[in-house]
């Protein structure tokens, strides 16, 4: 598994899907397991969960910084 392929797909999953957003942020191993449709090792869960994550706050600090550009 191409785990930065899996952390873009999972993010994107996020940010459209409300319902897939909900479960992710109640519990993120079982919502990647679910989408994969596979169980995934709990080392490689980890790394997948902590890197969207990552992403998903990365996603919102450049957004943010972009309204404030506007500002000025």
């Known amino acids: 598994m191409d785990v930065k392929e899996k952390i873009e797909e999972i993010v994107n ?3 459209n899907d409300d319902n897939f957003k909900e479960e992710f942020m109640k519990n993120p191993e079982k919502a990647i397991e ?10 490689m ?8 994550k990552a992403k998903i706050a990365g996603d919102q600090l450049s957004g943010a910084m972009d309204s404030l550009k506007k500002l000025f």
């Not at 679910?34 to 080392?43: F, M, S, V």
């Open 34 to 43: 679910n989408l994969a449709g596979i169980d995934i090792p709990d080392g």
């Open 13 to 15: 999953k996020v940010k």
């Open 45 to 52: 869960v980890d790394k997948v969960i902590d890197g969207v």
